[in-house]
């Protein structure tokens, strides 16, 4: 699947459309998702390299490997900040439509602030 740059994530990255930012540094923003299924809900994305970005976990290469690794690390620096660490939080990355995947843009959401039900 090829990127579409006119994606709802991009269009926040390019402050198209507004969002409630809650961390950002420059390779990563995180901002909070505007139909929480948590108390707690943020999506964390990487910016556009060279006009665009994996389009998912399906979209990912090797070289992207580093790149998810700091992802993942991000998030839970900002899970903590947000305070959702002592009590547990739940990372998630859907990939496809079957799986809920609606914007084709990477992202990983952080779900918390309180008792989550199961995965699925
Ligand atoms: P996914 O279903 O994994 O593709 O996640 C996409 C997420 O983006 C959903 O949880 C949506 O609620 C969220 N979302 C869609 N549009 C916006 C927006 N304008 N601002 C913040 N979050 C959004």
New binding site residues.
């Given amino acids: 699947m090829a990127y579409d740059a006119d994606n709802?994530f991009a269009k926040?990255l390019r402050d198209e459309?507004p969002?409630t930012r809650v961390y950002e540094d420059d390779e990563f923003i995180a901002?909070r998702?505007?139909?929480p299924?948590a108390p707690t809900h943020i999506?964390v994305i990487p910016r556009l390299r060279d006009g665009v970005a994996p389009t998912g976990p399906a979209g990912l290469a090797d070289e992207d490997a580093a790149m998810v690794g700091r992802l993942v690390l991000t998030a839970t620096r900002i899970a903590e900040e947000q305070g959702l660490a002592s009590e547990g939080y739940r990372l998630v990355m859907?990939s496809g439509e079957a799986a809920?995947?609606?914007?084709f843009h990477l992202?990983l959401?952080i779900l918390g602030g309180g008792r989550l039900g199961p995965v699925a």
């Fill in positions: 709802i926040i459309i969002s901002f998702d505007i139909a299924s999506i859907n809920g995947q609606t914007v992202h959401h």
